[in-house]
């Protein structure tokens, strides 16, 4: 007799971006030269002084519990880093740690949602998402945006889609997928409406220090927000430390001491020797960060230079994060060696195949003519990446 699942993951999807990974990873330990243009995480190595810190705590023997919601050390760091980054002041009771940005999403998701609940979500969004809310009860609905107004909406767009059910709505600025970012006086226009529809607002900071220009904060350019604002963020793009696993919450005392509730019936704590090194990462210099930001802008421009020459493609330029989202439309309806090429998933999967050029398909993403290329690689990667995808297009009938 087999085990029955439980209704709540019979249809839960796999994340399409781990999934490529690691298609991608089998590939290349069964000998095949894949140029891996999937993964969401930096290239760069983790600052020394970050590992040194780390080191010195494993040396003292910090290997114990920690309290569930982080130490009060990285708690200060958390409450430092947004009092210097976003001009926002916050008490320890007001902040927690968790194992991942993800993790901190979902840990809210799960103590604010229940069944008819509704939240705004722009498309394209983090794949994440829906599947989170959908597991909370809540019900994700859909705002499209194009790439004529950059992947963003407007505040005439989040007022109309409010309904008797909307309850929150999620930001993630600058985008993953598309690289978004939105302006100070859209930032403000955006939460004005919030404010006046009393919405829970969801500030996806992760990718904040990876733009091509300074980023104002929702919640500083509109006070009023502060009693329904949640801000999620981590250490793993902007010090790439995705592997350490820490990410992190601020928002009102009630909801904090309810995600740390559920976290001690779930993970408790996060990695005690992590939070000592993503204490290092928060309280230290900027200066490598800022530099990785840089590389990351100029490998942007080379991507997007090539990607614009191959005829059909089309790509708005990112402003922000460290991937490119162009349209592969109008290859749809060729011919490939394994059948007609007709959404996203199967140009993706003929690059996979064909070319041994890991991307991560639009679908995912609510956006089935995109397919989300990561430029958080070597320039030779990418450019021989791009290469493989020119000359594989070039190939469909």
């Not at 190595?45 to 130490?71: C, M, N, S």
Request: overall charge negative; aromatic content about 8%; proline content about 7%.
């Amino acid at each position: 007799m087999s085990l029955h699942l439980a209704s709540r993951v019979r249809t839960l999807k796999p994340s399409p971006t781990l999934a490529m990974s690691a298609e991608a990873a089998a590939m290349r330990a069964a000998g095949t030269d894949v140029v891996d243009l999937s993964a969401g995480e930096p290239d760069f190595d983790t600052p020394e002084h970050v590992k040194a810190a780390t080191r010195e705590a494993l040396a003292r023997g910090q290997t114990k519990y920690t309290p569930v919601g982080g130490t009060n050390e990285l708690k200060d760091a958390i409450r430092a880093k947004i009092q210097r980054d976003s001009g926002l002041t916050y008490d320890r009771t007001e902040v927690m740690a968790s194992c991942g940005g993800k993790h901190a999403l979902y840990n809210a998701f799960q103590a604010l949602f229940e069944g008819g609940d509704e939240i705004l979500l722009p498309s394209p969004y983090w794949v994440s998402y829906p599947e989170m809310l959908e597991l909370a009860g809540a019900t994700p609905r859909i705002l499209p945006t194009t790439p004529a107004s950059g992947f963003r909406i407007t505040a005439e767009e989040l007022d109309a889609a409010c309904g008797p059910r909307t309850v929150g709505f999620i930001l993630n600025s600058p985008s993953n997928p598309t690289g978004a970012v939105y302006s100070s006086d859209q930032l403000r226009a955006l939460g004005e409406v919030c404010v006046r529809r009393n919405l829970i607002v969801f500030s996806d900071d992760i990718y904040e220090h990876i733009a091509d220009h300074h980023i104002e904060h929702i919640g500083a350019l509109v006070p009023e927000l502060r009693p329904r604002l949640v801000i999620l963020n981590a250490v793993s793009k902007t010090y790439a430390m995705t592997g350490w696993r820490i990410g992190f919450t601020a928002a009102p005392v009630e909801l904090i001491k309810a995600m740390t509730a559920l976290q001690s019936q779930s993970t408790s704590n996060p990695t005690s020797i992590a939070q000592a090194g993503a204490v290092a990462a928060l309280n230290g210099p900027l200066d490598g960060v800022h530099a990785m930001a840089r590389e990351f802008l100029a490998r942007r421009d080379m991507v997007v230079e090539q990607l614009r020459s191959i005829p059909g493609v089309e790509t708005t330029l990112p402003e922000g994060a460290f991937y490119v989202f162009p349209d592969f439309g109008s290859y749809f309806g060729r011919q490939g060696p394994d059948g007609p090429i007709t959404s996203a998933q199967d140009l993706g999967g003929y690059f996979l195949r064909h070319a041994s050029v890991a991307t991560v398909p639009g679908e995912g993403f609510g956006a089935p003519r995109h397919i989300r290329l990561s430029y958080a690689a070597k320039r030779d990667v990418l450019e021989e990446g791009v290469k493989r995808i020119r000359e594989a297009l070039e190939r469909l009938r």
